[in-house]
């Protein structure tokens, strides 16, 4: 069983940033990690994901100005967001495969 605890959302303007970090309480090893986001009337999509050995991969709308890390020895994975744009906003989600969800957070852009 993974449980999985974010944290970081929040308000921001246009062209801020903010870090997003997830905590994964498991009883197993975890290979990929990865942060999902959805904004409403939108379907969930893919923001970024690593792997255990650093491997990571982005979503086109996000790549150059998110990086997300993670850190093996505490299971956790943060998403550094820069350059935040208004259509950034939505709830981010953790979420480790294969149906492992966090309960998500906001993130609202506004002037």
């Known amino acids: 069983q993974v449980r999985l605890v974010e944290s970081g959302g929040g308000l921001v303007q246009p062209g801020g940033s903010l870090r997003l970090s997830c905590v994964a309480s498991?009883?197993?090893?975890?290979?990929?990690m990865a942060w999902y986001r959805q904004a409403p009337g939108k379907q969930r999509e893919l923001v970024a994901s690593?792997?255990?050995?650093?491997?990571?991969n982005y979503g086109d709308s996000v790549k150059g100005r998110f990086t997300i890390s993670r850190d093996n020895a505490k299971n956790t994975v943060s998403l550094q967001m820069n350059s935040l744009k208004f259509e950034d906003a939505a709830v981010y989600y953790c979420?480790?495969?294969?149906?492992?969800w966090g309960q998500g957070t906001r993130v609202t852009v506004a002037a």
């Open positions: 690593i792997t255990s050995v650093g491997s990571t």
């Open positions: 979420f480790v495969p294969p149906s492992h």
């Open positions: 498991a009883s197993m090893y975890i290979e990929v």
